[in-house]
């Protein structure tokens, strides 16, 4: 991260940051950094900016402790714009919501393409230690009938009244749902494009 060839001159030295959710995808903030600020967020992996109005930098949650910890940061097209992902620890904005745009920040369902990455990966890159990886090694047989192992699960704990036992068992199943999909090859959005399809047809 700290190699990316940012114009700080090009905007007389500040350059505004974007500041988003990493599990949810929300845009929480905007702020701006200079080089120092960039190098501080860099070196506490806690988000750093510069104030324009204080003359100086500030890290985010250095009085209120919800800091914005550091997850990456990618440089724009233009190299003068940063969108920096964070895991943000509390309320973003000062007036204590969850956005400086007083949005709600409560949703999970984003971390769904990054458990797809992760499965791809054990796909593409198996280790001898990983269960997803020891999955795909015993084929597709394997997999489907986890699924329906799963399912099958999910339906006796419905019928309780036990809300963690269903949860894990809700998790399961779409965790190894996820599994089938990449071993069929079929991306999500595929499966996404029959609902919206659908729904348009309602």
Not at 44 to 53: D, E, G, L, P
């Amino acid at each position: 991260m700290n190699n990316l060839n940012i114009d700080f001159d090009k905007v007389d030295g500040l350059i505004p940051a974007i500041i988003q959710d990493e599990v949810t995808g929300a845009v929480l903030m905007l702020g701006y950094m200079n080089q120092e600020a960039f190098d501080m967020t860099i070196s506490t992996q806690k988000v750093t900016f510069y104030s324009r109005t204080k003359k100086r930098l500030w890290t985010k949650g250095e009085t209120s402790g919800n800091f914005l910890m550091l997850k990456s940061i990618k440089l724009d097209c233009d190299n003068d714009t940063l969108l920096v992902r964070v895991n943000p620890v509390g309320p973003v904005c000062h007036k204590g919501d969850d956005t400086c745009w007083a949005e709600n920040n409560s949703s999970k369902t984003l971390f769904i393409d990054q458990l797809r990455d992760i499965i791809k990966d054990r796909k593409n890159n198996p280790t001898e230690n990983s269960y997803t990886a020891s999955l795909f090694s015993k084929g597709i047989n394997k997999i489907a009938q986890k699924v329906g192992e799963e399912a099958v699960e999910i339906v006796i704990e419905a019928k309780d009244d036990n809300k963690d036992l269903f949860l894990g068992e809700a998790a399961d199943l779409l965790f190894h749902y996820l599994i089938l999909l990449e071993a069929k090859e079929i991306e999500l959005d595929e499966v996404m494009e029959v609902l919206i399809k659908r729904h348009k047809g309602n």
